[in-house]
């Protein structure tokens, strides 16, 4: 289990909306990712001092975010304020720290790295909360980024290569590497333009609706939204409060799975598998489109080729299918929320 982290909040007081949307970030990370924050809305109280809540609490934290602002860089580089202050404990833990920094980590709320970023931040990657739509998936992200749980591992060290070996020679390791690497596309190309192969890509995409039915009842018991879906032997539906993502799997022959396609597409309004014309008053609006191919992985898992560069499994299509729904949603209800204390 993770050790619980102490998190320090540096930002500047733009304005009581900016203040607030801090204190979301906190609430956040206190409740949904257990951690101690420390925050001057939380800790400081009339008479007390300021500038001993600064340097104790970077001094006591495990990470610091800093949120950019243009007012938070215009401060920190004139020094003004509590601000100018904070950034100068900031920076010189920055450059203690220097290549090795896992401590402070810059959050870009407002305008862009050249903007926003006071001068020894302006080299640092960053993490963007600029979208108010994406705030629970990038503070998710955020809340990873803290616990240091990065979505990408890198693989634990193979064996040191003897290198008293007279034998060794490295064009022999290529050119051996290069022919494992082509009996293996060999034997995936050979799975692919079988029936086996077909077999295979059709139950992972009867397995992509066992997942997307089994998140969308799991989210319909645990929300007040309702998940609708549909299936028919070549499509799967999905859609809630207005929006609908749809998966269109089309097979070109009974034993050829390479060129077999899946297409997924996101839609502003409803639609049902079985109807074929709408009014033009609900006519749904296609918002983005997926095309995809079968292929296979180097563990002959079966995975939805969009290009050469890049791949999706079926966890990654019906990621994108929920956060579509869930962000169209939010979208549209929030501006129609009260706003201010």
């Known amino acids: 289990m993770s050790k619980r982290k102490t998190v320090f909040i540096s930002y500047s007081w733009d304005s009581e909306e900016h ?8 609430n ?23 500038t001993h809540f600064m340097e104790n609490g970077l001094e006591k934290a495990d990470k610091v975010l800093i949120i950019l602002t243009e007012d938070y860089k215009r401060r920190a580089d004139a020094r003004t304020g509590g601000t100018g202050f904070e950034y100068s404990l900031i920076s010189q833990g ?66 040191i290569p003897d290198f008293d070996n007279p034998d060794y020679d490295p064009i022999i ?22 029936t086996a192969g077909v077999q295979l890509a059709q139950e992972e995409f009867s397995l992509l609706y066992k997942k997307i ?29 207005g929006y609908t993502v749809t998966f269109f799997y089309r097979k070109m022959a009974s034993n050829w799975a390479k060129e077999n396609t899946l297409t997924c597409k996101m839609w502003n309004g409803y639609i049902s598998l079985n109807q074929r014309h709408y009014f033009d008053h609900e006519k749904p609006k296609r918002v983005k489109e997926i ?28 990621q994108a299918a ?9 979208k549209e209800k929030e501006p129609k929320f009260r706003k201010g204390k």
């Open 291 to 318: 095309n995809t191919k079968v292929d296979l992985d180097e563990n002959k898992n079966v995975v939805w080729r969009v290009d050469e560069n890049r791949v999706l499994n079926s966890e990654d299509l019906v």
């Open 173 to 194: 390791a290529v050119a051996n590497q290069l022919s494992s690497q082509e009996k293996l596309n060999e034997e995936l190309d050979a799975i692919l333009k079988s």
């Open 94 to 159: 920055l450059y203690d720290l220097q290549a090795s920094n896992d401590k402070f980590i810059p959050v870009l709320r407002k305008g862009t790295k050249q903007t926003s970023a006071p001068t020894y931040l302006a080299t640092k990657i960053y993490h963007s909360m600029k979208d108010d739509a994406k705030f629970e998936m990038d503070a998710f992200k955020l809340s990873r980024e803290i616990y240091e749980k990065p979505e990408i591992v890198k693989p634990e060290p193979g064996a």
């Open 28 to 50: 956040y990370l206190i409740e949904k990712a257990g951690c101690n924050v420390l925050l001057d809305q939380f800790d400081l109280a009339v008479g007390k001092e300021l």
């Open 213 to 241: 039915k089994d998140r969308a009842l799991k989210y319909s018991q645990v929300t007040n939204f309702q998940f609708k879906t549909e299936d028919k032997v070549d499509a799967i539906l999905i859609s809630s409060h």
């Open 19 to 26: 203040k607030e949307w801090v204190l979301k970030l906190a």
């Open 322 to 330: 929920f956060v579509f729904i869930m962000e169209s949603i939010q």
